[in-house]
Each structure stands twice: as structure tokens, then as C-alpha cells.
């Protein structure tokens, strides 16, 4: 950029709008006040609050327990999926119920989930938000596999099968292994959806096990607390961690 | 791969009736093993749940919660009622006013980062999409922190004397569009910014020597070529922003009332499922008309462009 343009006075307020609000958070999470409004000198104890919090530290365990069942469920569905939707069939019907789940509204999904596990007097729990989050989980790991599917050269499997391989050997050896940066893209985006994910979750728990963002909501709904903000410091530290990390993997698997 | 003699011809001609017929047979067992296990799983958590609530709309709550299983057409007549259709009505406002403004704000910066050199666009994507990766709640509540009448913004606001009394800015139907974009925004930017990025430059250059002023090239040739990018971004922001209810309840305080909130409730407090599902019918029908209009747009301009 040479000389100044317009374009930086929107572009600006855009990033001013997506961070202001999370510089206050975090500033605010070292208050010593009790209400994140008045700033009364740097202090660390609602941190302490925070973790002698058993409700917030059950919803963790919860949550990470959801996220990775429905994870390892997701993955292989939706693997298995991508390949027989680019491979074995033209349909654009399946093509459509394969991405329905990630462009639904969450809502609508949920009191669907809510109907269904109710219609066959399915017990709600840590299990049955697992499953909901399978949905829109494998649909996620589908679509970037596919991505993935896309860019791969068909011709070293076919020489696989041409020296002999059955088709599940080529798969296993061949397939999988090149599609694997495309299966570990999708697995990393349905956990951290999972995690995130509140509205489906609210739906389909279970009175005992709230996983962590309904143990947020309530929070959040009871009133305004420091230690909401120590909460989302945290949370803000560990998934920033996160998406510099996944970005820094992309660029060193696609150096490869 | 355009060799005549690879090993994968050869091996196709001296295959007789026997061997096609073995091949059939092992691709419908590799169609049956991948697209088996997930369409399963699809079919039974996700189109069985969803065929339960449209046949939901046809029935009718009972006296003590449940279902009547008697057809009747009652909660399509209930949704048409004034109150009803006022609360749709408000929605939709909402979630278009919401996409435009993250038009607004997304379509300077995505054409900002596309122009940037390229080691510094992928530093100002991630930070576009940065904020979207935390907690959507806490996104949500960190907006309470800065509207409240005892908010960051009212004590500045106060602080440089700009204002004597705080102004209300939390429950107000502006910090739920405020809160909404927000949330969606970054859906809005990724789609436009790779729709920028593939435009050729070639053809600004080419408008430009042709004597355009930068704001006609802008209208007559960028606008229209990257329109698709920015239908996606629409249908991204709009569609999440119409049956969202948690942004209505924490920054609206229950006083800007969108359809999220009516079905959420339907579900969970009235206990009037056939209701609830008639609600999220029209959620559904609304949805299904703006993809198509999207879908034909895009067919549209994609024709335009090669005429």
C-alpha cells in the first residue's frame, strides 16, 4: 500500500469491533472488584475462584469426554463418507443429506434430536449429546476430506490394485494415508466445534452432566461475575493457542 | 494418467464376463462399507428426527404436555396470527439488518486482506478468524460487559463528559444486531476474501486503462464478478442469525423476542411441541426459499459471465 486508502477506515473498525470487546474481557479478569465495571487494582484471585469451582471444572471434564467421543465417531463416519461420496456414487441427494447437518440451523436439529430421543424414551446424558454431535460432526469431517479427496492423484491407488492389492489393503495403505491432513483438518474442526457448541447440547443433555458452555450459559444468565471472565481468559488463551498451532501444522503439511 | 498403456487398461481388456462380474460385486461392497456406516448414522440421528417434527406440525399438545396424535391444520392458523407472524417478522429484520452491516464491514476488509502482501494476509484472516474459535457465550457476554449502563463504553462515555447520564444500550434491539454480528461476522469475510482473491487484477487494470475511475470499476467490474462470494456471506451470516435465541436473551433481556426464543420455549417451558415444530417448520421453509434464491442468482451471474 503506497498511499492511503479508504478501504483502512472500515477494515479498521472491523478489527477494533472483533477485539475490543475481548481486550475487556481479559482486562477485567484481573480485577480486584466485584463486578468486572470498576477497575480497582490488578488481582489474580478470581483465577483461584475460578478453579475451586467444582461446576465449571465437572463441565470441562464433561465437555472434553463429549468432544472426544464424538470426535472419534465423526472421523471415521465421515471419512468413510467423503470417499464413497467422491468415489461410488453420483447422487446429489446423498451429496445434500451429507452437508445438511452444517447448514441447518442448530436449533432446529436440536429439538429434532430432543423429539427423537424422547419418541424412542432414550435416557439423556453425556451419551446422548455425544451422538448429536456426531451429526454435524461427520458432516464437517466429510466435507474437508472431500477438499482433500479432490487434490490426491487416483493413479497411485490404481496401481495398487494393478500390483495386486485387494481393495481394502489399498485403501489402508494408500488412501488413508494421503487423505491423512485432510482427516486430521476434519477431526481438530468437529472437536472444537463440539467443545463450542451450546444450543444442541442444551437440548439433548441430561439433568446431571451439563457439559462447560451450558455450565457458561447458566452463569452467564445468574448474573455478571470476574470469574466469568478468568473462565473465558482461559478459554481465550487455550484456543488461540490452538488455531496458531493448526495453522502452523497446515503450512508444515503443505510444505511437505 | 493419460498414458494409453497403463497397467489399469490392460488389465481391462482381458477381463471376461466373470471378472466384470466380480468387479460389480466389489464396488457395490465398497459403495455398501463407506457410504453404509455415515448415511446410516445420517438417516437415523439426523432425517428420522427431523420427519418426527414435521409430523409434529399436524398434531396438537395435550392437556398435560405430550402429543395428540389428531390431524389438524390448528398450528399453521396459530402461526398466522399476528403475534406469531410480528415475531417472524422482527427476525428476519434483525438478521438482515445484521447481514448488511457485516456486508458493510466484511467487504472493505476482505478486499483490504486480499490486497495485502502475502505473508501479512494470512496474519489478518487468522485474526479475522480468531474470535470466532472462543466460546460463543462468552463473545456474547462480553458484550453485557460493554453496554451495561455501568458498561466500559457508558464510563468512557461519561469519563470525557460526552454524555451526563448513561445511555441504554443493553436490552435494546441493537445490541442483539450488535451482538449477532459479532458472532457471524468472520463467516462473512472468509467467503468474500476468497472471492476477492481470485479475481484478476488483470481486469481492474483493464477497466482502469480503459479510463474508469476506480469507484466504476469497483460498481461494474469487482462488485459483479465476486457477487457469489458475497451471497455465501449472506447466506452464512442470515441463516445462524434467524434462529439464534441466546443473543436475544442476554443482550436483548427478553424484550427483542425472535423465533429462536418462541421454539426454544415451545420445547422447553410451554411444552407444546406440535407448536414449536410448526415454528421451526417456518424457520426451515424460510431457509429453503433464500438457498434457492441464492442458488439461482449464482447460476445467473455465473451465465452473465460467460456471455
Known amino acids: 500500500m503506497r498511499r492511503f486508502s479508504w478501504l483502512y477506515v472500515p477494515a479498521g473498525l472491523t478489527y477494533l469491533f472483533l477485539y475490543l470487546p475481548i481486550v475487556v474481557l481479559v482486562v477485567m479478569s484481573f480485577n480486584a472488584a466485584e463486578t468486572p465495571y470498576r477497575w480497582d487494582g490488578f488481582d489474580t484471585a478470581w483465577y483461584g475462584r475460578l478453579f475451586d469451582d467444582r461446576a465449571v471444572r465437572e463441565g470441562l471434564i464433561n465437555t472434553l469426554v463429549v468432544a472426544a467421543g464424538a470426535t472419534a465417531l465423526s472421523t471415521v463416519l465421515g471419512t468413510l463418507l467423503a470417499v464413497g461420496l467422491a468415489r461410488y456414487t453420483r447422487s446429489k441427494l446423498l451429496d445434500a443429506i451429507a452437508v445438511a447437518p452444517a447448514v441447518l440451523p442448530d436449533i432446529v436439529l436440536a429439538i429434532g434430536l430432543l423429539a427423537f430421543y424422547t419418541a424412542v424414551q432414550f435416557t439423556l446424558g453425556l451419551h446422548s449429546i455425544l451422538l448429536a454431535h456426531t451429526v454435524f460432526g461427520t458432516a464437517f469431517v466429510a466435507a474437508v476430506v472431500r477438499t482433500r479427496l479432490a487434490h490426491i492423484d487416483g493413479s497411485l491407488e490404481e496401481a495398487s490394485r494393478d500390483l495386486g492389492a485387494t481393495a481394502v489393503q489399498t485403501f489402508v495403505r494408500i488412501t488413508l494415508p494421503s487423505l491423512a491432513p485432510g482427516i486430521i483438518a476434519g477431526a481438530l474442526l468437529a472437536f472444537s466445534l463440539s467443545i463450542d457448541e451450546f444450543v444442541i447440547a442444551f437440548f439433548t443433555a441430561g439433568p446431571q452432566d451439563p457439559t462447560l458452555p451450558i455450565v457458561i450459559y447458566s452463569m452467564v444468565r445468574f448474573g455478571v461475575t470476574p470469574e466469568i471472565n478468568a473462565l473465558a481468559t482461559l478459554l481465550l488463551a487455550v484456543s488461540f493457542t490452538f488455531v496458531i498451532a493448526a495453522q502452523r501444522l497446515s503450512r508444515l503439511t503443505e510444505s511437505l | ?307
Not at chain 2, 160 to 188: F, K, N, Q, S
Open chain 2, 1 to 307: 494418467m493419460s498414458s494409453t498403456l497403463t497397467p489399469q487398461r490392460a488389465a481391462r481388456t482381458d477381463v471376461g464376463p466373470r471378472g466384470r462380474r466380480a468387479a460389480r460385486r466389489e464396488r457395490l461392497a465398497g459403495r455398501l462399507a463407506t457410504l453404509g456406516p455415515g448415511l446410516g448414522y445420517l438417516v437415523v440421528f439426523l432425517l428420522v428426527p427431523l420427519a418426527l417434527v414435521l409430523s409434529y406440525t399436524l398434531f396438537h399438545r395435550g392437556r398435560f404436555g405430550g402429543i395428540v396424535y389428531e390431524a389438524s391444520t390448528d398450528n399453521f392458523t396459530r402461526v398466522a396470527d399476528g403475534l406469531y407472524l410480528g415475531v417472524i417478522w422482527t427476525s428476519v429484520k434483525l438478521a438482515g439488518l445484521t447481514t448488511l452491516l457485516a456486508l458493510l464491514l466484511g467487504y472493505p476488509t476482505a478486499y483490504l486482506i486480499a490486497r495485502l502482501p502475502r505473508r501479512w494476509r494470512t496474519v489478518a484472516l487468522v485474526l479475522v478468524v480468531l474470535p470466532f474459535w472462543t466460546n460463543f457465550l462468552i463473545r456474547t457476554y462480553a458484550w453485557i460487559i460493554l453496554l451495561n449502563s455501568e458498561g466500559v463504553i457508558n464510563r468512557t462515555l461519561t469519563g470525557i463528559g460526552a454524555i451526563d447520564r448513561p445511555l441504554e444500550l443493553l436490552y435494546t434491539p441493537g445490541a442483539v444486531v450488535g451482538g449477532l454480528l459479532y458472532a457471524y461476522l468472520p463467516l462473512m469475510v472468509l467467503p468474500l476474501y476468497s472471492a476477492i482473491e481470485r479475481l484478476d487484477p488483470q481486469l481492474r487494470e483493464a477497466s482502469a486503462n480503459l479510463g474508469a475511475r476506480p469507484a466504476r470499476t469497483f460498481w461494474s467490474v469487482t462488485l459483479p464478478l465476486t457477487l457469489p462470494g458475497v451471497l455465501t456471506g449472506c447466506v452464512f451470516v442470515f441463516v445462524p442469525s434467524l434462529g439464534n435465541f441466546v443473543v436475544p436473551e442476554l443482550l436483548g433481556g427478553g424484550r427483542t423476542v425472535m423465533v429462536g426464543n418462541l421454539i426454544r420455549d415451545q420445547f422447553l417451558k410451554a411444552r407444546d411441541w406440535p407448536f414449536g415444530s410448526t415454528l421451526a417448520l417456518v424457520v426451515i421453509a424460510l431457509l429453503v426459499l433464500l438457498l434457492m434464491a441464492q442458488a439461482w442468482a449464482t447460476r445467473r451471474l455465473a451465465g452473465g459471465n460467460r456471455a
